[in-house]
Every structure is written in C-alpha cells, then in structure tokens.
C-alpha cells in the first residue's frame, strides 16, 4: 500500500480502502478484499475520483472498457479524442471511472450499436 492522505471508506462494508497502483492508474481498493471487491479510482495524489464501484459495477466497466477497445481498435473513432467526444455526448459523465451501474449498462448498448451500424 502506497502513503495515503485521504481517508477512503468502502461504501459497502465500511472498511477503510487503501491507495493501490493498478493498470488503468491509482485506485482505492477495499482492505476487506478479498471478502469485499470494492473499487474507487483515484488520481495519482490520492484524490478519489468518480464513484466507487461494487463487483456489479466493476464488472460492467470492464466490460464497457473492452467495447471501447475495440471502437478504437476497428478505427470506427479513429482518433481516441473522437472517441472520448462521443462518449462525452453519450452518456452524462463522459468517463466510464463516474458512471454508476445503470449509466454503464445504458452506455453499452449504445457502444454496441455503433459497433454494429460500422461492421454492417
Ligand atoms: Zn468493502
């Protein structure tokens, strides 16, 4: 665990969240791990950003960074900003790190059908 200002508490059990480095940046993950599967992003301060995700919700990320992928890999945006600027039109916060449950589920569908209407 990395020094920490920010005191981080895991909406789903209460523990305290510890500052992690992962692949997509910092995050907080729950000290109850692996009982608790909780996630929150956060900047390389130790700020946390967005909204924290339960497993449902990390889940439905993933899969949601996965749609993204492959837009960006089909070239259907082919620049990453273009993509990002549809993204931002798409959905109300623009980063998939602020999107609740519901919102990525939403999301999804939209990425699907794009992907769709391109490879048509
Ligand atoms: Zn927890």
């Known amino acids: 665990m990395r020094k920490q200002k920010n ?3 895991c909406p789903v059990c209460h523990s305290p969240m510890g500052l992690e480095k992962g692949r997509f940046g910092f995050y907080y993950r729950c000290l ?3 009982q608790c599967k909780t996630n929150h992003s956060a900047d390389a301060q ?3 950003l967005g ?3 339960d497993e449902k919700t990390r889940h439905a990320r993933s899969a949601l960074h996965r749609l993204l992928k492959k837009v960006w890999n089909y ?3 082919e620049e990453r900003k273009k993509m990002y600027d549809w993204l931002e039109q798409n959905s109300k916060y623009g980063h998939v790190s602020m999107m609740d449950h519901e ?4 999301v999804i569908v939209k990425v699907k059908a794009l992907i769709k209407k391109a490879t048509q």
Do not use: T
């Open 51 to 53: 909204f924290p995700a």
């Open 103 to 106: 919102e990525v589920v939403k």
């Open 75 to 77: 070239k259907i945006k």
């Open 7 to 9: 005191l981080v508490i």
């Open 32 to 34: 109850n791990y692996p």
């Open 46 to 48: 130790g700020i946390p």
